[in-house]
């Protein structure tokens, strides 16, 4: 953040690296958006862009990661005057390079849900010419007061245009709003969707519909969704039969990249190694690789768990 603000002529409200990281002690949800659409201010142009896409990259593969879906929020900077095609190629040029590195990635556009619908529906409209570099569309940003029905007709649209789709619900919003996700939106998965437990028909039906949830758990403490890692509920959906993965979500901010969630719910829930090996099988097996790809990353996982090592999960980003 201050690297780029330098560059870009930029004042950050805070003086230090430290004065910044002391700002990361949040209450809720909304508290680290403030912080976080601030940071963004400092984006500005293509290179930017592509130095954090490329920053990510590295320190993913650092933790074995294979594979990541990755999300971002155009209008967090095209309101600010940066043009949509800036973001997009800055961020594409980066995942073109992890490519090449080994590292497979692919691009999620979120609508910001506490703007319009309208808003949204512009901002699709934009990604079409993009469309071969966005597999996916969802929905993030504060979620209390801002159901995944007030968007129903922009994800009619994008499944339309060929997009899938996912939506972040049911972290601080109710159980109410993952039905909405599932029925409304028609989504290929839930993003958090830890209040289901709330619900037990809707449990039941995320188990029929093998429907996954990219469940973030360093995150979900640090907003406050669970007092604690020891009280999180992830052991108890997965040995209900729910679709759970683990991945990390604005790991800069929350301090858990893919390992530190994996290893932090391990030591906190007492997990086996049976269920990290599931966790990172169902990581696989809800991403939107093909079903060629999944296979081959699924026998490799398999393969180094045989082996002893340490299972190389997905991300896939909440």
Do not use: W
């Amino acid at each position: 953040m201050f690297e780029l603000a330098e560059r870009n002529g930029v004042r950050v409200r805070h003086t230090s690296v430290l004065q910044l990281r002391r700002a990361y002690d949040f209450v809720d949800l909304q508290s680290f958006l403030n912080i976080y659409y601030e940071g963004a201010r400092v984006l500005c142009t293509a290179r930017d862009f592509y130095d954090l896409t490329t920053a990510y990259v590295r320190r993913a593969a650092a933790d074995n990661v294979r594979h990541a879906e990755i999300f971002f929020d155009p209008q967090t900077h095209t309101q600010r005057g940066i043009p949509f095609e800036t973001v997009v190629e800055g961020i594409t040029a980066g995942l073109r390079d992890a490519r090449s590195d080994g590292m497979s990635a692919f691009l999620i556009l979120c609508f910001l849900r506490d703007q319009s619908a309208a808003a949204a529906m512009g901002t699709l409209e934009q990604a079409l010419a993009f469309r071969d570099q966005i597999v996916a569309v969802g929905l993030d940003s504060a979620e209390r007061g801002h159901p995944p029905s007030k968007f129903a007709a922009v994800f009619a649209r994008a499944r339309a245009e060929g997009f899938r789709t996912v939506a972040h619900a049911g972290e601080e919003g109710p159980p109410e709003y993952i039905r909405e996700a599932l029925d409304v939106l028609k989504v290929s998965r839930i993003d958090h969707g830890v209040r289901c437990e709330e619900a037990p028909a809707l449990v039941a039906d995320l188990v029929a519909r093998r429907m996954p949830l990219t469940v973030c758990p360093i995150s979900n403490v640090k907003l406050r969704v669970f007092p604690s890692l020891a009280k999180h509920n992830l052991r108890r959906l997965l040995a209900s039969g729910v679709c759970v993965t683990i991945n990390s979500d604005d790991p800069a901010y929350f301090g858990g990249y893919i390992n530190e969630n994996f290893l932090a719910t391990h030591h906190a829930l007492g997990l086996t190694r049976d269920e990290i090996h599931r966790l990172a099988r169902n990581s696989f097996e809800a991403s939107f690789l093909s079903a060629g790809e999944r296979r081959s990353f699924i026998d490799e996982l398999d393969v180094a768990v045989r082996a002893g090592a340490s299972p190389s999960p997905d991300v896939g980003g909440g």
